[in-house]
């Protein structure tokens, strides 16, 4: 089995993973960095909306549309983190390194936007392809720093940790130390290991664990249940944000439609042109996301509408246009002119609140072992997360936990055994079966930990997880190991976990909304 030995092993190469990696890389660290697929593959990509920026108007004023948004549950010192260093990391990295063309006014200030949730306008971004603009000139970046060795199509199987993965058996009652993981290289179907000084999960969140989500392919909680294995604390799990507005067409692909559409003034109808959200929040279609998306599911149950539609006419044709170029044309792709026509939507599940539970400077529990971005959770989102967040929260976030890296690893000492070989069985796991069993754990988790819980849907959804958890376990013992394999035993893992979070909390909060089973 091929080992590789470096500094810092980061899995996955959104925007949290990469600016990790820049920080480590200018700090002199070795860096691997681990991506399922190319630069751009990740769900930084394809935010829409924007980044937060400006602050000084009055740090109070983000900090209370964050708590209010969260539903009181976030974590005032997250918070305090978020918009005191949040605006530098964007100024250093963004702006004064890397220059992202973010729309500006006719002087050359930066364009300031507003979404749901939001007390005023605060967010920069460029046009509604603001993720895309500012990963693919991170990831530039990456692959022109040369301390950052980039891997690409790279699945991580499981962390490597002291009390498992070695064989000097003193290390069964060592504290719980990660030194790197286990990773399929799809190229050659091998497994090999990295070990590492700091292993970072930043795999993003578990949205296609669901049947209906915003999300990439592949994001179905890998670091979240690669992290529970090995004994790291997860929390939070059963806030799962559900995005009120995605594309909906008879067999067409769904896209988000961003919230910046509501910002600037529009407005969700139902099939007969009637506003509907008001009667939910004060704020109607610019309410808090789990709000909203409750509003239009209690809509669509009630008028039996397969979905609402988001009502464009206060806005200017040619503003539209400009504004929203990517949303004019995947919807003029599926026969539909924005500027003279309702936009169809539908809720989706978008964002993972909870996860591996962190310290402000990404540290797990377990020792050498951070999560960053979506994957982690301090306690920024409390039940429900507010827009636009996310993207700082990656860079906040990557910045923070590479200088306490940098510093532990210029002060501690790391013992890094040699890790235990893999071995691989030779029979292959019939692919139409692993296909039909992800799609009953995305069928499964939409139909009774979706949007609207109750004790019987959830009881009903851990039954049927768990008689195919059985079935999982068997190829995954049985199997020679694919990215598809890996992938179901992750999404599976992460679904039950989602369904016992979601059971042991019996009170509606944010995202996490419970209605009674009589």
Known sequence: MKVIHTDCLVIGAGLAGSAYALHAAKAGLAVQLLSLGGPSEANSDWA???????????????????????????????????????PQAVRELLLDELDIAFDRESDGALEMAREGGHSERRIIHAKDLTGHAILSSVAACVDATANI??????VAIDLLTLSHNTDEPADRFAPLTCFGAYILDEQSGKPMAIVARKTILATGGLGQVFQHSTNRQGSVGHGMAMAYRVGARLIDLEYVQFHPTVFYGNNAPSFLITEALRGEGAVLVNSRGEKFADAFHPQGSLAPRDIVSR??????????????????????PEFISERFPFIYRRC?????????????????AHYSCGGVHTDLNGRTNVQHLNAIGETACTGLHGANRLASTSLLECLT?????????INDISNMEFRLPEPN??????????????????NLVRQTMWNYAGIVRSKHRLNRARRILLELREEVHSFY???????????????LQTALLVVHAANLNPDSKGCHFLVDDE
């Open 149 to 154: 060795t980039r891997q690409m199509g790279a």
């Open 295 to 316: 509003a239009i599911h209690q809509q669509m149950v009630t008028s039996g509408d397969p979905c609402v539609y988001l009502d464009l006419s206060a806005l200017k």
């Open 332 to 348: 003029a792709e599926q026969g539909i002119d924005i500027s003279k026509e309702p936009i169809p939507v539908v809720p989706a």
């Open 477 to 491: 013992r049985d199997c020679r190991l694919s990215r598809e394999l890996i992938e179901l035993r992750n999404a």
């Open 421 to 438: 070989d893999w071995e691989s069985p030779r029979h292959e796991a019939d692919p139409t079966l692993i296909q039909q069993d992800m």
């Open 397 to 405: 976030g990557a910045k923070c936990t590479a200088i306490a890296d």
């Open 48 to 86: 829409q909306g924007g980044i937060i920026f400006d602050t000084s108007t009055s740090t109070d004023s983000l900090a209370n549309d964050i708590m209010t948004a969260s539903d009181g549950m976030a974590n005032p010192a997250a918070i305090d983190q978020l918009v005191k260093q949040g």
